[in-house]
């Protein structure tokens, strides 16, 4: 029985094999087939996927980075690009759009407005993360309220961290991918030294936002 004869009587039975070897195929278009398919998965996703979920849809030994390249090289001169998130891809719109796509629909401001606390709240959290609530009090000189962090956990911009040493082991909280994402940043390295952040952080993030 053929390669291709085995996976239809398979796909007949039901047991929904998924090609990942291509070997049907000619070199270049098993190379095009691959780029669609990771640029496909990108572009369903509303999230940076890693390297681990990619190498799940080409055939073994083939280069997600190489793809990637490849991808990359044809988006140049398109308004969107493939970027590198926390060390995961995502397509994202180039950052010289923004005006545009505000003009047309105002969606940079729906989705990322914070009042000024929420912003500091979250600063002091990117900056001195992991932090529990005592640490914030500490920076901020009152408490931080559990609805304000509710509200940037129901964003997905910070999550719990490890227990603090402290007495009763209260949880900490640390900034998310989703953060990086938000903020055009590959890793937390990328955050702007923190002596300019202490006085313009939260006018060089709404920039940022715009």
């Keep these: 029985m053929t390669t291709a004869a085995t996976k239809s009587k398979a796909a007949d039975e039901g047991g929904g094999v998924f090609d990942r070897e291509l070997e049907d195929l000619p070199q270049e278009l098993r190379w095009r087939e691959w780029m669609g398919r990771i640029e496909a998965v990108l572009f369903a996703s509303a999230s940076p996927i890693g390297r681990d979920d990619l190498v799940r849809v080409v055939g073994q030994g083939a280069s997600v980075e190489m793809l990637i ?33 505000k003009a047309a629909a105002d969606l ?25 609530r005592a640490g ?3 920076i901020f000189g009152k ?50 030294e923190l002596e300019l952040a202490d006085g313009n952080a939260d006018e060089a993030t709404r920039t940022k936002l715009v």
Aim: glycine share 6%; aromatic share 10%.
């Design 69 to 101: 390249e490849d991808i990359q090289a044809e988006l140049t001169g398109r308004p969107y690009e493939l970027a590198q998130v926390a060390g995961k891809w995502m397509f994202r719109t180039r950052t010289q759009f923004a005006d545009a796509i």
């Design 108 to 132: 940079g401001e729906q989705s990322l407005a914070f009042t000024e606390m929420e912003m500091g709240v979250l600063c002091a959290i990117a900056y001195h993360q992991p932090i529990d």
């Design 136 to 138: 914030l009090k500490g």
């Design 143 to 192: 408490e931080v309220s559990r609805d304000l962090l509710a509200r940037l956990r129901f964003k997905d911009l910070i999550a719990s961290g490890p227990r603090a040493p402290r007495p009763g082991a209260p949880h900490t909280f640390v900034t998310t991918e989703t953060f990086l994402a938000t903020f055009d940043l590959q890793t937390l390295r990328d955050l702007p």
